[in-house]
Every structure is written in structure tokens, then in C-alpha cells.
């Protein structure tokens, strides 16, 4: 689906995470983001969602803030990706913080109520894309991709997305949804107990 508003931020985000890649890796931080527009695509035709799938790591990992998200795609979408942003605390070192700042994302979506719940719909997506990639790592490399990872505590990462699918899978766009039970068969083939 395109539209004006799509278009706008897809052409955004392209420019502002133009030079980045992911972590320990040469593919361009691009691709995550094409993943995450293309899952929430296949979700909802909703718009605004879209564009907040292609700008949802724009304020975390680039000089944009919330303000140039509002001025340039409006208040609708300056919410929703506020909502997806953590605040990384970059007076200190990532790994030290990883824990409070999930914690703080798991009980800010588990809070939100009624038309707020739309984003699950971008928290869904950008947490099945990262695990697809995670599987696909451990596949190629083994469990030397664990190096890249703020947090290397496998018990850690699984409560992360599994305390994620439980509050995202409520939402009937997600819960209801083919993709719920890959993002379930993944944790589970990731971390196995």
C-alpha cells in the first residue's frame, strides 16, 4: 500500500538511517525497517500505522526527535511513534540500562487501553521481524550472534519477548493473526527450555 503519508516517511526514514547498519552486521538498518512496514502492510491499510512502522526507530536511533516527527508527519503519527521510542538513557551505557528500559516498554504497553492498542500492531511487527532475523543469525553464525546483543542473558531475552507476545497477542489485529504463532514458534525455537 502507498500513499502520500507512507511515501513521506518511507523516503524519511531511507534518509535518516541511510548509514547505519545493524548490529555486528553489514546489512543496512534499512531492511529492518522495510521488514516492519511490510509486516504491519499485511496487518492494517491503516496509514498512519504504516508510516509509524517506517519511522518507529527514528527518534531512538538517529538526531530526530518527536517534534520534527510531528512537524513533518503530524500529530497522529508523533504519538504512535513516541509510543514504539525508548528512552535509552544515553548518559549511560546501553547494557547497564537494558532491563529498566525493557521494563518500562512491557508496562507501557501493557497500560494502554482502546484505540492506543493500535500499536501493538508496530510493536508486533518490529519484534517478529527482529526475531525472524535472530533465527536466521543462529542458523548461519550460531550463538556467536549473542556477542551483538546489549544483553547476552538468554533468560533475560526470552522473558523480554515472551512478557511482549503475552500483552501484544490480546489485540485481535495480532492475536488473531498467522504471524502471532511464528513470532510464538520463534521465541520458542530461540530460546528453548
Known amino acids: 500500500m502507498t500513499t502520500p503519508l507512507i511515501d ?38 491503516d496509514e498512519v500505522l504504516i508510516a509509524t512502522a517506517w519511522l518507529h526507530d527514528t527518534v531512538e536511533d538517529t538526531p530526530t526527535t518527536i517534534v520534527d516527527i510531528e512537524r513533518e508527519f503530524g500529530t497522529e503519527v508523533a504519538k504512535y511513534v513516541a509510543m514504539e521510542t525508548e528512552n535509552k538513557r544515553s548518559e549511560t551505557a546501553e547494557n547497564l540500562t537494558w532491563r529498566l528500559r525493557k521494563e518500562e516498554q512491557i508496562n507501557h504497553l501493557a497500560a494502554l487501553t482502546g484505540i492506543e492498542q493500535k500499536i501493538y500492531t508496530v510493536a508486533f511487527a518490529d519484534k517478529l521481524a527482529n526475531l525472524r532475523e535472530i533465527k536466521t543469525d543462529l542458523d548461519q553464525e550460531g550463538p556467536l550472534v549473542w556477542q551483538r546483543f546489549n544483553n547476552q542473558d538468554m533468560v533475560a531475552q526470552r522473558w523480554y519477548y515472551q512478557s511482549f507476545a503475552d500483552i501484544v497477542g490480546n489485540w485481535p489485529v495480532v492475536g488473531e493473526n498467522p504471524q502471532y504463532v511464528e513470532l510464538q514458534e520463534l521465541i520458542t525455537q530461540i530460546w528453548p527450555q
Open 8 to 45: 513521506a516517511a518511507q523516503a524519511y526514514a531511507l534518509r535518516v538511517h541511510a548509514k547505519q547498519t545493524r548490529k555486528g552486521k553489514a546489512t543496512p538498518f534499512t531492511e529492518h525497517l522495510k521488514a516492519v512496514a511490510t509486516i504491519v502492510s499485511s496487518l492494517t491499510d
